[in-house]
């Protein structure tokens, strides 16, 4: 039994030590200037790690909730919008649109397949009343990122507004918001950030604003013409989990002590070397290149039947401490993921590799041992220069 769990699930992630530490304080009034000094600086933190001088809304809420704010402001009821989806998360943004009385246009793309912008374009073209398309930037349920600069390029060059949920690519993987334009941008605390769930984060432009003091649909809780005033005060409209929020100081603290474009690459020599491993065993993994994220990396699951795989999961689990993911909707059973984002590095590879070999052994699922971490280590060795192309931005 291993003396402790290593969370590697993707989202929530591990919380780094000095990120734990930073909640132990004693609470403070959220309408004070100790909070104004700590929200000022989150916001300002976040903008520059999301490449954005737009405002980022806080919401106490998870990320799921960020998703339904982007609807409830932007869009109208029985407006025409376009949802591109490639995975469980695409489908519930959809879903939330529909639940309002959105008319959505799905853009649905086979599980492990990126989005084309050549699709968007034609959609676009086909349904000129659509003024607003939704993305996932990093699809958490299939390990698939989407390239974001061309998918951009078709919807602000057509005038309309893009809404991007990146709960789980945000400050791992490069995305430059005002570079592409990009009117909304959705993450949560509990993903790359290093902090507990707890809070979402909404990066929103001024044609973003603009659009929804147009926009009909009703909204209360996630209103963000209101949130914005009071943030304008360096508050929050309703109590804000301030220890959260401690943490998400903190994390940022690391990351741009870091460098952000460091925390990208690290992300990216780290997906390589999780993909380089698995393989090197005779894993399979589950999304199409070059589109694999570098985040989340689904496999192909191993052990036969969906009990098996359950057994495999538990086994890592409860004798060796190390949790993954299991598949969802309707990948469950068929794949299981290793979420590394966040507080994740070289020698947590190496730990994740091994242990997964070891059970896999232990079922008498693998003909030979001692692969996955030598192949790993090669890829560090070599930087990500030499592995596949580093994930698409
Ligand atoms: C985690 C995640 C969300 C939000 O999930 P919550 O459980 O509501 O925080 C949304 N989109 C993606 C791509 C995610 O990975």
């Known amino acids: 039994m291993a003396l402790e769990q290593q ?36 916001c300002s933190g976040i903008q520059e790690v999301l490449r ?8 106490p809420s998870s990320g799921t909730g960020g998703l339904e704010a982007a609807v409830a402001n932007m869009l109208s009821p029985g407006e025409k919008a376009l949802f591109c989806s490639i995975g469980s998360f ?6 939330i649109a529909t639940a309002y009385g959105v008319d959505v246009v799905r853009l649905k ?22 003024e607003k398309v939704f993305v996932t930037h990093n699809e958490t349920s299939t390990g ?24 789980s690519g945000a400050s791992c993987l ?40 147009r926009a009909k649909l009703p909204r209360w809780y996630f209103d963000f013409a209101r949130e914005k005033k009071f943030q304008e005060r360096n508050q929050t409209y309703t109590t804000p989990p301030v220890s959260v929020m401690y943490a998400v100081q903190e994390g940022l603290h690391m990351i741009l002590e870091e460098g952000v474009e460091n925390v990208w690459a690290r992300h990216a020599l780290v997906g390589s070397m999780i993909r380089g491993g698995v393989e090197a065993a005779g894993l399979r993994l589950f999304a199409a290149k070059p589109y694999r994220s570098n985040t989340v990396t689904p496999i192909h699951n191993p052990a036969g039947t969906p009990e098996e795989l359950s057994k ?17 909707g309707d990948l469950k059973g068929k794949i299981f993921r290793i979420g590394h984002l966040g507080a994740v590095d070289i020698g947590d590879v190496f730990v994740i590799l091994a242990y997964l070999e070891l ?8 003909s030979r041992v001692g692969l996955m971490v030598p192949a790993a280590q090669a890829i560090a060795r070599e930087g990500v220069a030499s592995a596949e192309p580093a994930g698409v931005h």
């Not at 989202?11 to 700590?38: D, K, Y």
């Not at 057509?158 to 709960?167: F, Q, T, Y």
């Open 52 to 59: 954005t001088r737009n405002d980022v809304l806080l919401f």
């Open 312 to 328: 495999l999961l538990t086994l890592l689990r409860t004798k060796h401490g190390l949790v993954l993911a299991g598949g969802q």
């Open 90 to 95: 695409g489908d519930r943004w959809a879903d």
């Open 359 to 366: 059970a896999l052994s232990e079922m008498g699922l693998l």
């Open 144 to 167: 698939v990122t989407n390239d974001m600069p061309p998918i951009a390029a078709v919807v602000k060059g057509r005038g309309k507004l893009i809404a991007v949920d990146s709960v």
């Open 7 to 42: 969370l590697r699930v993707p989202g929530p992630t591990p919380l780094p030590e000095r990120v734990v530490r930073s909640q132990s304080r004693p609470m403070i009034n959220h309408r004070g200037p100790e909070f104004a000094a700590l929200m000022a600086e989150v």
């Open 109 to 130: 793309m086979p599980e492990g397949e990126a989005i084309d912008p050549e699709d968007v374009e034609r959609l676009l073209a086909e349904n000129p009343t659509i």
């Open 174 to 213: 490069p995305l430059d918001t005002d570079g592409l334009g990009l009117d909304v941008v959705v993450t949560g605390s509990q993903k790359g950030w290093m902090a507990p769930p707890g809070l979402a984060m909404i990066a929103v432009s001024k044609d973003a604003y603009a659009a929804a003091e």
